[in-house]
């Protein structure tokens, strides 16, 4: 028997109920707390399969959590970060029963996280290697979707948003006279980018060239699928997807399939370019709407080519 998410949240609707509003009154986002959930229902599953009836939370001991990341690492191969953050929800989880008395105890206070990869780098793409995916969005886009999803990437890859703040995008955020938008970001925070001169163009084309007629209450949305509706998050990954996948089948390059090109890695794109460039870290960080300059930081890597222009330097002297 397969325990289906409306039998979990049938049986552990008061729980889940308030585990819910807690994150809302915390100011999460929709997406946040969507993401949370999920989690929470794969724990859920994992606990109850065996008996297939309601185990009590309070019951809930430090082993069975383990063998729940154990069961992640070896047979999902969930990696070190995926792991994590399912312990942090689960965590979260506890935490918000223990405050309003629905459990006794915290079975998560003493587990410790996997430890992640220490200098693992994002992966982005080199300039000739962006410049081969937009050039294959026409090759993989229906005719009237092509520059539709050419400024969709562009966001990603040239403003760095992620797919969640596409998704949001509102012709009401638009600021025509000082050419950028305002995007919607983690936890709700709001943050101002100014766009490249030709991206706010193509932006504009086709809001006002291409852009579906959208169906009553999506009147405000930017991006719009061909049923009229607010494009999808799970739609703009797809889309991504294809592109990358033709790519493979094409293209010499081995990087796509050791990259694992996806959506994100074109905001990893932006911010890499950006550090390289010498544009300052601070900037950076307000540019991609990251609370905490040390995760900025992780995009200060140094390519094998600055190494060598670095060392481009003459000692003949010393030798000669």
Same mark, same amino acid.
């Given at each position: 028997?397969?325990?289906?998410?409306?039998?979990?949240?049938?049986?552990?609707?008061?729980?889940?109920?308030?585990?819910?509003?807690?994150?809302?009154?915390?100011?999460?986002?929709?997406?946040?707390?969507?993401?949370?959930?999920? $989690?929470?229902?794969?724990?859920?599953?994992? @606990?109850?399969?065996?008996?297939?009836?309601?185990?009590?939370?309070?019951?809930?001991?430090?082993?069975?959590?383990?063998?729940?990341?154990?069961?992640?690492?070896?047979?999902?191969?969930?990696?070190?970060?995926?792991?994590?953050?399912?312990?942090?929800?689960?965590?979260?989880?506890?935490?918000?029963?223990?405050?309003?008395?629905?459990?006794?105890?915290?079975?998560?206070?003493?587990?410790?996280?996997?430890?992640?990869?220490?200098?693992?780098?994002?992966?982005?793409?080199?300039?000739?290697?962006?410049?081969?995916?937009?050039?294959?969005?026409?090759?993989?886009?229906?005719?009237?979707?092509?520059?539709?999803?050419?400024?969709?990437?562009?966001?990603?890859?040239?403003?760095?948003?992620?797919?969640?703040?596409?998704?949001? @995008?509102?012709?009401?955020?638009?600021?025509?006279?000082?050419?950028?938008?305002?995007?919607?970001?983690?936890?709700?925070?709001?943050?101002?980018?100014?766009?490249?001169?030709?991206?706010?163009?193509?932006?504009?084309?086709?809001?006002?060239?291409?852009?579906?007629?959208?169906?009553?209450?999506?009147?405000?949305?930017?991006?719009?699928?061909?049923?009229?509706?607010?494009?999808?998050?799970?739609?703009?990954?797809?889309?991504?997807?294809?592109?990358?996948?033709?790519?493979?089948?094409?293209?010499?390059?081995?990087?796509?399939?050791?990259?694992?090109?996806?959506?994100?890695?074109?905001?990893?794109?932006?911010?890499?370019?950006?550090?390289?460039?010498?544009?300052?870290?601070?900037?950076?960080?307000?540019?991609?709407?990251?609370?905490?300059?040390?995760?900025?930081?992780?995009?200060?890597?140094?390519?094998?080519?600055?190494?060598?222009?670095?060392?481009?330097?003459?000692?003949? $002297?010393?030798?000669?």
């Amino acid at each position: 028997m397969t325990i289906t998410n409306e039998t979990l949240s049938n049986w552990y609707e008061e729980e889940l109920m308030l585990f819910e509003t807690h994150l809302d009154n915390k100011e999460y986002s929709s997406f946040t707390i969507e993401n949370y959930k999920r $989690d929470i229902l794969f724990f859920l599953r994992f @606990l109850t399969r065996k008996k297939e009836e309601r185990v009590d939370l309070d019951s809930v001991k430090k082993i069975h959590i383990t063998l729940f990341m154990n069961e992640l690492k070896v047979q999902r191969d969930n990696a070190a970060s995926s792991r994590n953050r399912r312990l942090s929800a689960i965590r979260s989880f506890y935490k918000c029963l223990g405050e309003y008395e629905l459990v006794d105890q915290n079975p998560t206070l003493h587990m410790e996280a996997a430890k992640e990869p220490k200098g693992k780098l994002p992966a982005y793409l080199e300039k000739d290697e962006l410049r081969s995916f937009f050039h294959q969005i026409e090759k993989v886009s229906q005719k009237q979707h092509i520059n539709r999803n050419k400024v969709m990437m562009g966001l990603m890859a040239f403003a760095g948003l992620r797919v969640t703040e596409i998704h949001h @995008l509102n012709k009401s955020s638009l600021h025509f006279e000082k050419r950028g938008i305002t995007v919607l970001g983690k936890g709700n925070k709001s943050r101002y980018i100014p766009l490249p001169k030709k991206l706010f163009e193509e932006l504009i084309a086709y809001i006002k060239l291409e852009r579906i007629f959208p169906i009553k209450g999506e009147e405000d949305a930017v991006f719009i699928s061909r049923r009229g509706k607010r494009i999808s998050r799970r739609r703009i990954q797809e889309i991504t997807e294809g592109i990358c996948q033709s790519l493979e089948r094409e293209l010499p390059f081995e990087s796509w399939k050791v990259k694992g090109i996806s959506s994100h890695k074109l905001r990893h794109t932006f911010a890499t370019h950006l550090v390289r460039d010498g544009k300052d870290i601070r900037t950076v960080q307000e540019l991609l709407g990251h609370s905490n300059l040390n995760t900025t930081q992780k995009y200060t890597h140094v390519s094998d080519k600055q190494k060598e222009r670095a060392m481009d330097m003459d000692v003949h $002297d010393y030798f000669d």
